[in-house]
């Protein structure tokens, strides 16, 4: 018989900010973002070999999205659509996975994301984050969340950083990206940081109160 991993599936909302399991039927519209934001996205991600419009394809999506499958049924990850509900409509605006699972003694995952530029700077992925790494700390059953990124990254390194994630580490040629061995700076949380404070949501929104 089938079981479930810890947390999955699930969808979290929060006002127009929902993260849900992707669909079959989301390749087009995945296809499309990644297409038009590749200046935004390419110097960022790990490639996989050929063109950017032909591994960002619909076809390709299909083969994304049954990794992604597996990778939830086996407990090594929870991916998420990012979406926004605007005027009644839900359209796809970006990607989260919480990654490279390890349970027993260890309970930790890996954070990775991307969001359309076209909503960039609207507190889109800051509030995924806060949901996701709630989620993690508590359905998911993890203890720690880790999120790796370029130092040239500022986009990416505000996000965690507004949220209060801790900066922990330097690694050196760490991820090969853009044709090269990049560095990356290590940031990390663990659940008994935020706990106090009603989760990392819960921070994110006074963070975010305090700046208007």
């Known amino acids: 018989m089938f079981r479930r991993a810890p947390g999955w599936p699930a969808v979290l909302v929060d006002g127009p900010v929902v993260l849900r399991p992707y669909r079959r039927s989301d390749a087009v519209a995945w296809s499309t973002i990644r297409r038009a934001n590749r200046e935004w996205l390419a110097p960022w991600e790990s490639h996989v070999p050929g063109g950017w419009d032909e591994t ?3 076809a390709a999506f299909r083969l994304v999205h049954a ?3 597996r990778s939830a049924r086996t407990g090594d990850g929870m991916p998420f659509a ?4 605007e005027g009644g409509q839900e359209r796809l605006v970006g990607h989260l996975n919480v990654g490279s699972i390890v349970r027993r003694a260890f309970c930790s995952g890996y954070v990775g994301y991307w969001v359309d530029s076209r909503v960039a700077g609207r507190g889109v992925i800051p509030t995924a984050v806060a949901l996701a790494v709630d989620h993690a700390f ?3 059953g993890l203890h720690r969340i880790e999120v790796n990124i370029r130092p040239e990254n500022v986009p990416s390194r505000r996000v965690v950083e ?4 801790r900066e922990e580490a330097y690694h050196v040629r760490y991820m090969h990206i853009d044709g090269a061995w990049r560095d990356h700076i290590g940031y990390a949380m663990t659940g008994e940081e935020v706990a106090a404070e009603g989760g990392l949501l819960a921070r994110w929104h006074r963070v975010r109160d305090n700046r208007r």
């Open 138 to 140: 508590g359905p998911g």
């Open 56 to 58: 960002n394809s619909p």
């Open 162 to 165: 507004k949220l209060g994630f």
């Open 82 to 85: 990012v979406c926004l509900r």
């Open 67 to 69: 990794d992604q499958r």
